[in-house]
């Protein structure tokens, strides 16, 4: 099983311009989530879906958004980067049921600048 | 609102020092416990993972984990560190609500094992 595959591994934007984070899991899981990870900060929570067609915002949604047309793909997008959305995004996916773990994709490390 | 508090950003250990990271929560309800690592350059991977029964949690690669509600605190312990350890340490903790699986993160433990 390839798990949560994330692509690009690096990107590097200009300000203003927009790309789309994309993310796959070939486990079946209903739940799907994107973080971003900044330095001393832990990962804070984007997007969250509990199964396709259904989307919600987490703590920092501000500056992105997200679709689930399907059960497998998770796809995050930025339409103006900005400079303060410079991290590291991670996606992930779990079964739904509470306590179930997240399975986490390599990241996707992203410059604006 | 729940909030994840890991106490120290950062630990050096010498190879064979024992290791113990503190985590402690803030939710009065049932909750998960998790603790994961990520290694440089790496993903998130689980570590261990307390949802009911014996508080204390045995782990991958010698780490164990001590539930004590009382605190609400889940500490990470190792006997024995070595160098390979290196690597940041996130505790999580998921405040059971029927059905939403959320996940709370500590802001990060970053561990440096020397020789």
């Known amino acids: 099983n390839a798990g949560v595959t994330q692509t690009p591994k690096f990107r590097i934007l200009k300000i203003g311009q927009s790309m789309t984070l994309q993310c796959a899991q070939d486990?079946?899981?209903?739940?799907m989530y994107w973080y971003r990870q900044d330095p001393g900060m832990g990962l804070k929570l984007i997007y969250y879906?509990?199964?396709?067609?259904?989307?919600d915002k987490g703590e920092v949604p501000n500056g992105y958004n997200v679709s689930r047309s399907t059960t497998e793909y998770f796809p995050l997008r930025l339409e103006l980067a900005a400079p303060s959305q410079t991290s590291v995004y991670f996606c992930?996916?779990?079964?739904?049921?509470?306590?179930?773990?997240?399975?986490f994709g390599d990241g996707t490390r992203l410059s604006i600048l | 609102a729940q909030s994840v508090s890991q106490h120290n950003h950062h630990v050096i250990l010498s190879e064979a020092a024992s290791l113990e990271l503190g985590c402690n929560y803030s939710?009065?309800?049932?909750?998960?416990l998790f603790w994961y690592v990520q290694y440089p350059g790496q993903h998130l991977q689980l570590l261990l993972k307390?949802?009911?029964?014996?508080?204390l949690v045995k782990g991958i690669k010698g780490f164990e984990a001590e539930f004590i509600k009382s605190k609400f605190s889940f500490n990470l312990r190792k006997p024995s560190v070595q160098w390979s350890d290196t690597a940041e340490y996130f505790c999580?903790?998921?405040?059971?609500?029927?059905?939403?699986?959320?996940?709370?993160f500590g802001a990060g433990t970053r561990l440096a094992v020397h020789p």
């Open positions: 992930a996916s779990s079964y739904s049921k509470d306590g179930q773990p997240q399975h």
């Open positions: 486990m079946n899981h209903n739940y």
């Open positions: 879906s509990v199964g396709a067609g259904i989307t």
């Open positions: 939710y009065g309800g049932t909750v998960n």
């Open positions: 307390y949802f009911s029964g014996d508080p």
């Open positions: 999580a903790v998921n405040a059971v609500s029927g059905g939403y699986n959320k996940l709370i």
